[in-house]
């Protein structure tokens, strides 16, 4: 299996929490986990918590998966949508980091899944930036940047981990979170 590396440039293994004016239909209300990032070849992301419905072994029904086949499949972003992608996360509790290696060969992610070391998800597409561009959106606002915690891929965390983390940056932000999708059904 590859290593799992830790890049010590900026926002590598952070988390980007959508700002509440942020209504693009790919990121409104998305925690993306910040895998790459370096100032000259961009930044690469997974949306966690856009459950897609659907298992890997739906999406590779020939495949000899064994518990592969039950990772569930999250929309991980707008680009490559064609493409299933596996990323391993591994919780780093000396450094307190939640690492990543995506990209996944299907042979590594069986084997990451069988270590029990790791945390495997399968991901429709990938969020990413070109040089420059999650800087500019940072700038305006779009993205607020957290650290994962441990229990940030738990499964069960998906349906609320934008406003639980949303919650976090002050009571503004609480209110906000917690505010009915329509108004009129306060």
Known sequence: M????????????????????????NFCKSVIFLSTNDGEEGSFGLVLNRPAGRTVADLLPDADLD?????????????????LTFAAFRWDADARKLQCQHHLPLEEAQSAI???????????????????Q????LAHTAWMVTQPDRETLRASRAATIWREM???????????????EDPSRN
């Open 2 to 25: 590859r290593e799992f590396g830790s890049s010590s440039l900026s926002l590598a293994g952070s988390l980007l929490v959508a700002h509440p004016s942020l209504l693009d239909s």
């Open 67 to 83: 518990k592969l086949g039950s990772v569930p499949v999250f929309i991980g972003g707008p680009v490559a949508v064609d493409q």
């Open 114 to 132: 069988a270590s029990r070391k790791c945390i495997v998800r399968a991901f429709i597409g990938y969020a990413g930036w070109s040089k420059g």
């Open 134 to 137: 999650l800087e500019a959106e």
């Open 166 to 180: 949303l919650s976090g940056f002050g009571p503004w932000f609480r209110l906000v979170a917690e505010a009915p």
